[in-house]
């Protein structure tokens, strides 16, 4: 009985990391929010953020988890940002060093500005554990659109953060 019980277990875990691994998130199309965030990381989040907010589809971003070395003006420079939409629309947050931690900080700046809509943009292969993370935080009335960046996770990646979601979703609501 404890043997079928077990291969009835891997079995399922098998079948999820392979629909993990095969249907990642895609992009989501430009409908406009309040606002979008971008937890730092991987290539493309920053530059799809800034995008959203250029083509007046959000009014303001926040990059949560900036190392706090960086100063607004390398931060300009880096991403080819304009003085102007740096004084009126991204806030760089510099108090999450994880993706909790980006949840945490996303929901206080969420609350400080009365967001009601909120894009989040993230990499393909670290959406779903952010958007669980951050729709736990996050208060009932805030919509969430989840606007997922193509990289090319390799397969270890993948292995890592599908046990890291696994956590999240299980084991993640006993410390919140």
């Given at each position: 009985?404890?043997?079928?019980?077990?291969?009835?277990?891997?079995?399922?875990?098998?079948?999820?990391?392979?629909?993990?691994?095969?249907?990642?998130?895609?992009?989501?199309?430009?409908?406009?929010?309040?606002?979008?965030i971008v937890p730092t990381g991987s290539a493309g989040r920053i530059a799809r953020g800034l995008d959203?907010?250029?083509?007046?589809?959000a009014d303001t971003l926040l990059v949560t988890g900036v190392d706090p070395e960086v100063k607004p003006?390398?931060?300009?420079?880096?991403?080819?940002?304009?003085?102007?939409?740096?004084?009126?629309?991204?806030?760089?947050?510099?108090?999450?060093?994880?993706?909790?931690?980006?949840?945490?900080?996303?929901?206080?700046?969420?609350?400080?500005?009365?967001?009601?809509?909120?894009?989040?943009?993230?990499?393909?292969?670290?959406?779903?554990?952010?958007?669980?993370?951050?729709?736990?935080?996050?208060?009932?009335?805030?919509?969430?659109?989840?606007?997922?960046?193509?990289?090319?996770?390799?397969?270890?990646?993948?292995?890592?953060?599908?046990?890291?979601?696994?956590?999240?979703?299980?084991?993640?609501?006993?410390?919140?």
């Amino acid at each position: 009985m404890i043997w079928r019980f077990g291969l009835f277990a891997l079995l399922v875990w098998i079948l999820g990391f392979v629909w993990f691994a095969g249907w990642l998130p895609g992009p989501a199309p430009m409908e406009r929010t309040d606002a979008v965030i971008v937890p730092t990381g991987s290539a493309g989040r920053i530059a799809r953020g800034l995008d959203v907010v250029r083509t007046d589809s959000a009014d303001t971003l926040l990059v949560t988890g900036v190392d706090p070395e960086v100063k607004p003006g390398e931060f300009a420079a880096e991403f080819k940002v304009s003085d102007e939409i740096m004084e009126c629309c991204v806030t760089l947050g510099f108090a999450a060093t994880d993706t909790r931690g980006n949840a945490e900080e996303t929901r206080e700046w969420v609350e400080a500005h009365g967001i009601k809509s909120l894009r989040l943009v993230t990499s393909d292969w670290h959406m779903r554990r952010a958007a669980v993370e951050l729709r736990r935080e996050l208060p009932d009335d805030v919509k969430l659109i989840k606007d997922a960046v193509r990289n090319e996770p390799s397969l270890w990646m993948l292995f890592v953060e599908y046990h890291k979601w696994l956590v999240s979703l299980t084991v993640g609501p006993l410390f919140s």
